[in-house]
């Protein structure tokens, strides 16, 4: 028999409030609900198909450095978590804050779910960008993301509990990126400030991201003189 979402997300140890005020740092709230009763919590904010029918027009800046990523928004825009999909909102967040332009997210928390979960990103510098965040994680938990145009795919078990458990290990990566945020900003801030007028549109994905590496790592040693 399949657990419950209960069952799978609470921890009956601690106290109903001090509980549902993890949970709703998990879901990635910022802001405390006045629920005070976990399984009422828990159906408003973690069930299934629970968000409906939130999209973000891609702007197809696939090729455009001062556009999105090289922008004066060094950070990616704020989204309520609340439009966002649960088990995703989150990470989401954690990313968006340490400089990564994202269009579009998908948890895979569904009745008929393709058991992945999926990032959209606005341009392949903001892909790039993501992939160079997690690199910096001393443990990823077990999370090991592909990569397909312009999406972030995680590959989820096929049952509810093997997903929760996958969602717990994404959301310890949040909580990583998150201690992570202001060193990104830094980075990326001097990264952005040696790209400058160097070409970079026309090289390929391979290029683009041989080439931001190495200047990530070229900062990083200044840093340490």
Known sequence: MENTLF????????????????????????????????????????????????????????NKWTKSFASNMIQGGHIDPLDLEPFVARYVAAINKSGVQTFWSCDGWHKKSEHVLKIGFKERYSLIWHNII???????????????????????????????????????????IELLQSKMLEIKRKLISKAKNKVKNSLTDEEVEEYMSNLVNEILQEQKQ
């Open 7 to 62: 069952d799978l997300l609470v921890n009956k140890s601690i106290d109903c409030r001090k509980e549902i005020a993890r949970l709703e740092k998990f879901r990635g709230l910022t802001t405390a609900t006045d629920e005070n009763n976990l399984n009422s919590f828990l159906e408003h904010y973690f069930s299934k198909d629970s968000v409906k029918n939130y999209s973000v027009v891609y702007l197809g800046h696939w």
């Open 134 to 176: 997690c690199s910096f994680l001393t443990d990823n938990h077990g999370i090991s993301w592909r990569y397909d145009g312009v999406f972030a795919i995680l590959d989820l078990p096929k049952t509810d509990k093997g997903k929760i458990e996958k969602y717990i290990s994404l959301n310890q990566n949040a909580d990583a």
